[in-house]
């Protein structure tokens, strides 16, 4: 469900990768809002590029497995760490 | 018809008008004779401003006490509404703007028949000419050896207008103390004054270094690099993140920036010994 949530609510951030680190900064429609911005390591940046609306957690945890020198129970570790994180972000009025 | 250039930053902007019309005297020295090909023009019309306001509200520029302006979407383009700041319940301009920012027809009020850029409508016009190209505007102050340009740039109180105060008195050419332009052009970026409620000549200088400075007990900086660099030039931009694409621009062109441009963190002591540690600080 979650990762529905995040999904839905990406089209909603600009996004660009600096030197490996994804800087994500959401639109708003007050100037107040504007300095709000966001930093997600490579591995951060590697889960937020697989939601894609189609992979569920454990799809994604596999892909982390596969693409990262880090065993099942860690990548689940991180995911959940990255879902919190996000979803504090995405939720945030 | 009347008609005025304005070049800022190297951009023209042309204001056509059958009313006779004036500028500010923080415009007056930025208006030029050529009449080369307009980044941006303004059309000024004198018509009754029509206090109705549209409900597709995309972005509002407020504070606590005071409404700035707010856009709305409307059929081919944007509705820009301008709230006085004196009496905030008065309209002082409304703008219909087309898709590309590039034809603004401003309805001015009469009594802004000699101030027709007034604040904000003026530092609205160089944003949306700043996102059509390869060029920011920001918060800060920038000095100018002759050669090197540095900017100074950081929140309200860290002390741009302090550290520029300071390299004046080292005989530093001071570009602006509160809002710039830095700009592409070719290899270089350059940072460029704009229009201010007092009047100053056009300035430019080759940008670099970008110096994010805070107050401290001593001086102290730190390079910085990649992301962490790049999110906080931007806190310091002028943005109006409703659109993407307007984000999108000032994330990559600061990504290219500071691939180019050294950054740092710098806590500065309010006198000249700042100036003595920057130059000699082997950065």
Redesign the interface.
């Known amino acids: 469900m979650i990762l529905k949530k995040i999904f839905k609510q990406k089209s909603n951030f600009a996004t660009r990768n600096i030197n490996g680190e994804l800087v994500l900064v959401p639109l708003k429609n007050n100037i107040a809002d504007m300095t709000e911005m966001f930093v997600l390591n490579e591995l951060g940046d590697f889960i937020w590029n697989n939601i894609d609306g189609i992979n569920d957690e454990n799809k994604i945890i596999k892909l982390i497995t596969e693409n990262f020198d880090i065993d099942e129970n860690t990548a689940r570790t991180d995911f959940n760490e990255f879902i919190k994180k996000i979803e504090k972000v995405i939720l945030k009025p | 018809m009347n008609t005025k250039i304005l070049s800022i930053a190297g951009f023209r902007i042309k204001i056509k008008s059958d009313l006779l019309f004036n500028l500010d005297e923080g415009h007056i020295p930025f208006i030029v004779k050529e009449d080369s090909n307009e980044d941006i023009l303004v059309e000024l019309y004198d018509k009754d401003i029509i206090n109705k306001i549209p409900e597709n509200?995309?972005?509002?520029?407020?504070?606590d006490k005071l409404k700035?302006f707010a856009i709305f979407k409307i059929e081919d383009g944007y509705k820009i509404i301008i709230y006085n700041q004196q009496d905030n319940n008065k309209i002082q301009q409304v703008a219909y703007v087309d898709e590309d920012f590039y034809n603004w027809k401003v309805i001015i009020s009469e009594e802004l028949i000699n101030d027709a850029l007034k604040y904000p409508l003026g530092p609205l016009l160089l944003y949306y000419l700043t996102i059509k190209n390869e060029a920011i505007m920001i918060h800060g102050s920038a000095v100018s050896d002759g050669e090197k340009g540095k900017l100074f740039t950081g929140v309200s109180g860290s002390g741009k207008t302090t550290i520029a105060s300071i390299y004046r008195g080292s005989g530093y050419k001071i570009i602006n103390d509160d809002r710039l332009i830095i700009k592409k052009d070719g290899n270089n970026y350059y940072i460029y004054n704009t229009p201010m409620y007092y009047a100053d000549d056009p300035k430019k200088t080759l940008l670099t270094s970008v110096n994010l400075i805070y107050h401290s007990k001593e001086n102290i900086s730190e390079r910085l690099?990649?992301?962490?660099a790049?999110?906080n030039i931007?806190?310091n931009c002028i943005?109006?993140?409703?659109?993407?694409r307007y984000?999108?621009h000032h994330?990559?062109f600061l990504?290219e920036l500071?691939n180019k441009i050294p950054v740092y963190k710098v806590g500065f002591k309010p006198d000249k010994s700042i100036v003595e540690f920057l130059n000699n600080d082997k950065r």
């Not at chain 2, 509200?57 to 504070?63: G, H, R, T, V, Y």
């Not at chain 2, 690099?225 to 962490?228: L, V």
């Open positions: 509200k995309i972005f509002e520029s407020a504070n700035i690099k990649g992301a962490i790049v999110t931007m806190a943005q109006h993140s409703y659109n993407k984000i999108q994330l990559d990504s500071c």
